[in-house]
T-cell receptor, first 116, second 115 residues
Framework: AQKVTQAQTEISVVEKEDVTLDCVYETRDTTYYLFWYKQPPSGELVFLIRRNSFDEQNEISGRYSWNFQKSTSSFNFTITASQVVDSAVYFCALRCTETSGSRLTFGEGTQLTVNP | DTGVSQNPRHKITKRGQNVTFRCDPISEHNRLYWYRQTLGQGPEFLTY????????KSRLLSDRFSAERPKGSFSTLEIQRTEQGDSAMYLCASSPGGTSTYEQYFGPGTRLTVT
């Protein structure tokens, strides 16, 4: 069975600090996909990024960057120079197409609070 | 262009009543998903449609739950004889077809409160 663990329940930082959100996953599939979603106070999940299991290249998008390491089964998310608008719950999710079809398995989320 | 829409946004019902939620996916997305999210938890998968066919169902989807997607467009999720444990946010998502690699786009959810 697949599992996603986000060990950090809550993180609080001061604006302009860098922050890294951890995500560790478990799966026996050789082909799988990893995702990050943001859930602001309004409640709607916003897609941020998708990575597939055979592409370990790290990605940067503006202030966001993602570090995918198969050796440690981790897919961590870093926000550089955090802003108050980054305050939200962030979810890491896993899709294992071989064993679980199209469903996403989510972690329990990390509540990020960026204080001014 | 509009995203995934869900109605109603909030629903308060008494225990034992039936409720029905509606989801309109992004147009041209032939895959539609339902998830449930309780407070402080990540979303949990309930069921998935490809066009009008319901292809996957979670163990969470008890006999009191039924979902349909007639004509492969909008979908409805019905809960019969609601229980207090059904109180949660019900999320709908859609994705393009072709392969299963695409990300899912979520709607704003329907928050159900069973009193």
């Amino acid at each position: 069975a697949q599992k996603v663990t986000q060990a950090q329940t809550e993180i609080s930082v001061v604006e302009k600090e860098d922050v890294t959100l951890d995500c560790v996953y478990e799966t026996r599939d050789t082909t799988y996909y990893l995702f990050w979603y943001k859930q602001p106070p309004s409640g709607e999940l916003v897609f941020l990024i998708r990575r597939n299991s055979f592409d370990e290249q790290n990605e940067i998008s503006g202030r966001y960057s993602w570090n995918f390491q198969k050796s440690t089964s981790s897919f961590n998310f870093t926000i550089t120079a955090s802003q108050v608008v980054d305050s939200a719950v962030y979810f890491c999710a896993l899709r294992c197409t071989e064993t679980s079809g199209s469903r996403l398995t989510f972690g329990e989320g990390t509540q990020l609070t960026v204080n001014p | 262009d509009t995203g995934v829409s869900q109605n109603p946004r909030h629903k308060i019902t008494k225990r034992g009543q039936n409720v029905t939620f509606r989801c309109d996916p992004i147009s041209e997305h032939n895959r539609l998903y339902w998830y449930r999210q309780t407070l402080g938890q990540g979303p949990e998968f309930l069921t998935y449609f490809q066009n009008e066919a319901q292809l996957e169902k979670s163990r969470l989807l008890s006999d009191r739950f039924s979902a349909e997607r007639p004509k492969g467009s909008f979908s409805t999720l019905e809960i019969q004889r609601t229980e207090q444990g059904d109180s949660a946010m019900y999320l709908c998502a859609s994705s393009p077809g072709g392969t299963s690699t695409y990300e899912q786009y979520f709607g704003p959810g329907t928050r159900l409160t069973v009193t």
